[in-house]
Nanobody, 117 residues
Framework: QVQLVESGGGLVQAGGSLRLSCTAS????????MAWYRQVPGKQRELVAE???????NYADSVKGRFTISRDNDKNTLLLEMNSLKPEDTAVYYC???????????WGQGTQVTVSS
């Protein structure tokens, strides 16, 4: 059974920092592209950042220079360091795992991030 468990969300003031963590089980973590998405009510879930099997990363323009995604294949863990947070970063953040060429994708339960102005 595949599980992605996020942690680290919370309430922070604008300009502050948070670190999100996602621990995976039930998959060969090193073979999966891992990503963070976020969603606010009434809007589509959007990609925040992703890290590929080889370590290459990709970021949404809105978070470039502020967020850093990383993975630890030994610990089956995905991290998202979020700095200089803005109120518009407020959302539920989801961990995602997908394998190249596969149709199945896995999601965590989400963790709330709230940035107050």
């Amino acid at each position: 059974q595949v599980q992605l468990v996020e942690s680290g969300g919370g309430l922070v003031q604008a300009g502050g920092s948070l670190r999100l963590s996602c621990t995976a089980s039930g998959i060969i973590f090193s073979l999966y592209t891992m990503a963070w998405y976020r969603q606010v009510p009434g809007k589509q879930r959007e990609l925040v950042a992703e890290v590929f099997v080889g370590g290459r990363t990709n970021y949404a323009d809105s978070v470039k220079g502020r967020f850093t995604i990383s993975r630890d294949n030994d610990k089956n863990t995905l991290l998202l360091e979020m700095n200089s947070l803005k109120p518009e970063d407020t959302a539920v953040y989801y961990c995602n795992a997908r394998k190249l060429g596969a149709t199945v994708t896995y999601w965590g339960q989400g963790t709330q991030v709230t940035v107050s102005s």
